[in-house]
């Protein structure tokens, strides 16, 4: 039974530090600077399209990111650095479909 009590208790106290080393988490990033768009984390299209599954390359994604698209979607190349971008990246590609 995946859904059990046990499957609860074992995630509940613990702390994940090595999640914090870093500043960058691009979960979060992508929900506050991406989800408004590209909705349910980036699951489902709203305004921009599903990113889940995309058939897009690193390369694309992170020029998209960067340069944003003229009239559809923000550039974010001066509010994210690179490794910031990177996570974002690491996030959309953790996305199962
Ligand atoms: C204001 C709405 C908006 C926001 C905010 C936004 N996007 Fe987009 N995004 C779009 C739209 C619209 C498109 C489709 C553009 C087009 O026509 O090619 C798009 C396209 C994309 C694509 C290319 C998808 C594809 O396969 O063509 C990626 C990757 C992407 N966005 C990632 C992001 C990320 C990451 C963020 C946050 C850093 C973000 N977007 C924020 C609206 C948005």
Redesign the pocket.
Same mark, same amino acid.
């Given at each position: 039974m995946p859904f059990g009590l046990s499957a609860q208790q074992s995630q509940a106290p613990k702390q994940d530090q090595s999640a914090r080393e870093t500043d960058i988490e691009g979960g979060t =990033?992508?929900a506050t600077?991406?989800g408004?768009?590209?909705e349910n984390g980036g699951r489902a299209a709203g305004?921009?399209?599903k990113?889940a599954g995309?058939a !897009?390359s690193d390369d694309f $994604?992170v020029e !998209? $990111?960067k340069k944003g698209?003229p009239g559809? =979607?923000?550039a974010?190349g001066g509010a994210?650095s690179e490794s910031q971008i990177m996570a $974002?990246l690491a996030y959309?590609r953790s996305l199962e479909e």
């Open positions: =990033m992508f600077s991406c408004f768009c590209h305004k921009g399209p990113l995309t !897009r $994604i !998209r $990111i698209k559809a =979607m923000p974010f994210f $974002i959309i």
